[in-house]
């Protein structure tokens, strides 16, 4: 079976052909029309999905997969992308299959990296797991019982909501002290300057760079990063009895400057006999994760969609 | 089918017959015998399924569903209940099978109160629901897609451990700022006493009366409480996308006292979208609901028991 997956995210555009082994046969990847309208997106993206339909020798398609960025209505896969301005309640799935002709399946793209991490990354053979995404925002998918964790309205897995500090930042979903408000790559570079780092680009990963230089303020700003990642992954971990938890997204490449104070904050909040075992290692497939999960909703659906 | 329910906790040893239907037809209580050894809280237990059999005029018996104070091995049913000395590494499961001769399940106490508000209690018909328990101790149950998760080791659902202020005080699990650590009732009455309180007993039943009656740190400590609870269930709620949150327990019989704090700390912080809308409940079951939970691990075992 010949799956195409797509992964929409608001800087890029991935598609890709993945085989029945899980294998990305073809991939392509072009920026994001910053603020494209909605047809100029869609142009975009169908023609991303072209050029890794010829990279592949236009093989017979038979489903698509895709992951995009949230919220969305779920499973009818209705998008409003918060980093796209241009898709607001676009019909993300039915458009794909009036264009293609053939079945798609849609998730959450930090529910298709989650997935990726458990079908063929670092979460493989464990039943019970969390793969989590730090990067603009911070996202996650569970797998629970060795089946993806859909919630209510397709949003179960989403960590970047659990409250780390409850006299912390504003979040920018309404509530205040979300480990997003704190851990997701603009509060990083945010806090830094704040506190008067100054010492290249405002991104995170110029604070990485920094922070890999000796700034201490740079230092400070993913310790406090990474200390509130280990905050909620202790939460997590005791409420649902994990056994591995896999951690990809740019702010992840800080490596030991990120899971250094992760793991210190960890052992300290989780005290309970069973989350002193599990696992906190960074997710295995980098940036394709996303389309390999988008390729997983189809290719091992009996684990991975519900919808 | 009759199955015959226990329900084992620190103060009490509950027996029950329970029918096909989940009605009780007999029930049972005796006190845990206090600093009981292994075998007088084994004879007590035994003497009390007599009884429940005796009051059920002795139907003949097919199954035997267990709810039991955690710390266990799961699913083998070797128990350690914290507030019971008497048992360490009990293996009742296999007592009980012995004794009675036929299968036995078992599982942690709050586990089987959700399992009951789920089946006959306030969560019936949703397929993504937190049950749980504001005793000595804070625990819980979770159903996700209509499925009891049991996690790695069983220990799933387990919502006391859910750090609510990172520089929360010490919690009897090692780590600090866990749920339980605030809102369990011994936390509530010394956090009244160390404020000064002194109108009763020092339990969270007599902090609850002088509340109640218009003690201002009485009413402190129970809204301190309350926050905790409501925080540790925006985080879950989030993170899990449910649909309800049923609250059981003594602590939950303060009613209005504790949701209404309760639902101020929730609102506050459960920000995005999909959470704003999901009910928390008191449970339904009352006392009972350890017992019909107990019978659930049998006769609804395609959905309760995995083990």
């Avoid at 992760?262 to 005290?271: D, P, Q």
Wanted: with cysteine.
């Amino acid at each position: 079976m010949t799956v195409l997956a797509i992964d929409i995210g608001g800087t890029k555009l991935a598609t890709g052909v993945v085989n029945a082994a899980g294998e990305l046969i073809s991939e392509h990847r072009t920026p994001t029309p910053p603020d494209g309208d909605a047809e100029a997106i869609w142009s975009a993206l169908v023609a991303g999905v072209e050029q890794a339909l010829d990279g592949a020798g236009r093989p017979p398609l038979e489903a698509i997969g895709t992951g995009c960025g949230g919220p969305m209505h779920w499973p009818s896969g209705v998008v409003s992308p918060l980093t796209m301005h241009g898709w607001r309640d676009f019909p993300l799935r039915s458009r794909l299959q009036e264009q293609f002709g053939v079945p798609v399946r849609l998730h959450n793209d930090a529910v298709c990296v989650a997935a990726a991490e458990h079908w063929r990354g670092a979460g493989q053979g464990r039943a019970n797991m969390l793969g989590m995404v730090v990067s603009t925002g911070v996202g996650g998918g569970l797998i629970l019982g060795g089946q993806l964790h859909d919630g209510a309205t397709g949003n179960g897995g989403h960590v970047g909501h659990v409250v780390v500090d409850p006299a912390g930042p504003p979040c920018r979903c309404g509530g205040h002290g979300c480990l997003e408000a704190i851990a997701r790559g603009p509060a990083v570079a945010e806090w830094a300057v704040r506190q008067g780092w100054d010492d290249g680009e405002h991104t995170a990963a110029a604070v990485t760079v920094s922070a890999r230089a000796g700034n201490e303020i740079a230092l400070a700003a993913i310790t406090r990063a990474g200390r509130a990642v280990g905050i909620a992954l202790a939460s997590t971990v005791a409420l649902l009895d994990l056994e591995i938890v896999c951690i990809g997204g740019g702010l992840a490449q800080a490596g030991d400057l990120l899971f250094g104070p992760l793991g210190e904050a960890y052992t300290e909040h989780a005290g309970v006999h069973y989350a002193r075992t599990p696992r906190v290692v960074p997710a295995a497939l980098g940036q394709r994760a996303g389309l390999i999960g988008a390729a997983a909703l189809v290719l091992a659906g009996e684990r991975y969609w519900h919808g």
